[in-house]
């Protein structure tokens, strides 16, 4: 096991365990005991594998994750994505972080990035916001261009794949869906309804539904056999369910699962078409999701102090990008995941216990192999 640490915006490796003090053993211990009688690994997401440490000091925190089914390549991942974070946020704080196949476990030092916006919003500069919230748009399409160039591109076409992860890292590294200030605006707007503001046009698990039942309509009017529809939904949709990567054979197996599920729902064709009429009718006596939602941020806001609308204003917004952000990481990630599943089973590695690195070294050494050739005429002498 090796332990990679942060300091001062300064990275270094440590063989061994994290050094941590007795008494930190003794919290991480208590907190791995317990875990025992928690139910983890039904669960897919990392977030939602995280054991609470107790008892940590003053300034710091730790986070232990129990990962043992997780791969090698998501992992790997982590890492650069906690080292871009550290430099966006607080290139001052230490952290260390080590896994031993089971647990992985983070140890941060310093103030945390939903602190630091806090003080942010508090103080009132609301511009810093909306700087912020305008660089994680700007890294998503960066990110989205570099996932549309690998996923048009041939499979064994040449990619530049740490273009790819470096893109996608820039923009997962501003995890908006943690930083928004909950506790600020119930303390200030204690009339709201928090969960109308959790408004985004984006849903991974909304898309992953109306690809089924497009699919689902497709078979009905025999446009595609139900075979069909099902390998190819497996093949181009179904990973966006998870965080980390899957294999083929569970994409079929949740595929299949998935529309059993919406067969007996939606039997025939015209149990579709009265949902969509349903949907239709209910829009047009209620409004859409949209409209419903900035109706109610127009009430809120009405009801609130004139001298308090620019922290409604930021706080509502934040709240919205959060939400949409909190999606497109989800998206982004899970597509770019499968394309490194892709060109580590093409270079003959297994993507379950490749590292990152070893895909970037044979993804570099083809690269460069492919264009250093020197083609020499004539004899050799």
Request: glycine share 4%; with cysteine; net charge negative.
């Amino acid at each position: 096991m090796v332990t990679r640490m942060w300091s001062s915006g300064r990275s270094s490796v440590c063989p061994g365990e994290m050094p941590l003090s007795e008494y930190e053993r003794r919290c991480v211990a208590r907190a791995m005991d317990r875990a025992k009688d928690v139910v983890l690994m039904d669960h897919k997401h990392m977030a939602e594998r995280c054991v609470t440490v107790d008892g940590a000091l003053p300034g710091v925190h730790f986070w232990l994750f129990c990962l043992p089914d997780f791969t090698r390549l998501f992992k790997d991942w982590y890492q650069r994505y906690l080292e871009t974070m550290l430099r966006l946020y607080q290139p001052n704080a230490c952290a260390m972080l080590s896994d031993d196949g089971t647990w992985l476990l983070l140890r941060y030092e310093g103030d945390r990035p939903r602190a630091i916006i806090e003080r942010t919003i508090r103080r009132g500069a609301y511009d810093d916001i909306e700087t912020l919230i305008e660089r994680a748009e700007h890294a998503e399409r960066v990110a989205e261009d570099a996932l549309r160039v690998c996923e048009t591109a041939a499979p064994h076409t040449d990619m530049n794949l740490e273009s790819l992860i470096t893109a996608v890292t820039a923009y997962a590294a501003f995890g908006l869906e943690s930083l928004f200030p909950e506790e600020l605006l119930v303390e200030r707007f204690p009339t709201i309804a928090l969960n109308r503001l959790y408004w985004t046009p984006v849903s991974a698990w909304q898309r992953l539904l109306d690809g089924a039942m497009r699919s689902l309509e497709r078979v009905y009017v025999g446009e595609e056999r139900e075979d069909e529809a099902v390998e190819r939904y497996a093949r181009e949709a179904s990973f966006l369910r998870w965080g980390d990567i899957t294999s083929h054979e569970e994409d079929f197996t949740f595929t299949k699962r998935l529309f059993v599920g919406l067969r007996s729902e939606f039997p025939h064709y015209p149990a579709i078409w009265e949902a969509e009429e349903q949907r239709r009718f209910s829009v047009r006596v209620h409004g859409s999701p949209l409209a419903q939602y900035e109706r109610y941020v127009a009430e809120a806001r009405g009801r609130i102090a004139a001298d308090d609308h620019a922290l409604f204003d930021v706080l509502v917004r934040f709240a919205r990008e959060a939400q949409r952000y909190n999606e497109m990481r989800r998206i982004l990630f899970t597509r770019a995941l499968r394309i490194l599943r892709t060109q580590t089973t093409l270079r003959g590695l297994d993507w379950r216990t490749a590292a990152l690195a070893d895909l970037l070294y044979a993804t570099t050494r083809e690269r460069r192999s492919s264009h250093g050739v020197l083609h020499l005429q004539g004899p050799v002498t």
